[in-house]
T-cell receptor, first 110, second 113 residues
Framework: QKEVEQDPGPLSVPEGAIVSLNCTYSNSAFQYFMWYRQYSRKGPELLMY????GNKEDGRFTAQVDKSSKYISLFIRDSQPSDSATYLC??????????FGTGTKLQVIP | DVKVTQSSRYLVKRTGEKVFLECVQDMDHENMFWYRQDPGLGLRLIYF???????EKGDIPEGYSVSREKKERFSLILESASTNQTSMYLC????????????FGPGTRLTVL
């Protein structure tokens, strides 16, 4: 079993839709949770960072962590064509390497 | 802004060649990483370095070595390239090794024929 599981998609939505991207993880020691966004032919860049359980909001983006079910989510409200990218979840316990999900490819259609 | 640059965007090499991929960061970060990214497998850590001349193996170090002679520069070396090393290679740097944001370079698409 992979430590972090992520549906690869692709996920295709119309502009303005609410997008939900999800990951599950297996290691209960994971405490730090990240979402990276990767545009085509570019390196990933950090989008959201949360510690432990709870929600974090930044503009149209909300990151949610449920440690009881080992579930990580990223919600995008009012999705835009510029949100079209691959989204990678990532996590670490703090004393070991970051483990990345395989990424979900999102396409927002105008 | 943190900037991580990689020496080549695209590289084509032949089986058995020695290949050098170079990465430079301009933010005085202690920690630097080399990953490869493959469809369905995501980002896998090859090596990371937490200080000059210090390195640790990642998940898939076989067939690779690294060099860090200066703080800002981290090189990945394929001693004898093989076709199964065809991949996207990404370099990253961070202030702290595990919990800090990693800043990635644009990647090098390596094809081994």
């Amino acid at each position: 079993q992979k430590e972090v599981e992520q549906d690869p998609g692709p996920l295709s939505v119309p502009e303005g839709a609410i997008v939900s991207l999800n990951c599950t993880y297996s290691n209960s020691a994971f405490q730090y949770f990240m979402w990276y966004r990767q545009y085509s032919r570019k390196g990933p860049e950090l989008l959201m960072y949360t510690y432990s359980s709870g929600n974090k909001e930044d503009g149209r983006f909300t990151a949610q962590v449920d440690k009881s079910s080992k579930y990580i989510s990223l919600f995008i409200r009012d999705s835009q064509p510029s949100d079209s990218a691959t989204y990678l979840c990532a996590t670490t316990g703090g004393y070991q390497k970051v483990t990345f999900g395989t990424g979900t490819k999102l396409q927002v259609i105008p | 802004d943190v900037k991580v640059t990689q020496s080549s965007r695209y590289l084509v090499k032949r089986t058995g060649e020695k290949v050098f991929l170079e990465c430079v960061q301009d933010m005085d970060h202690e920690n630097m990483f080399w990953y490869r990214q493959d469809p369905g497998l995501g980002l896998r850590l090859i090596y990371f370095s937490y200080d000059v001349k210090m390195k640790e193996k990642g998940d898939i170090p076989e067939g690779y070595s690294v060099s860090r002679e200066k703080k800002e520069r981290f090189s990945l070396i394929l001693e004898s390239a093989s076709t199964n090393q065809t991949s996207m290679y990404l370099c990253a740097s961070s202030l702290q090794p595990y919990t800090d944001t990693q800043y990635f370079g644009p990647g090098t698409r390596l094809t081994v024929l």
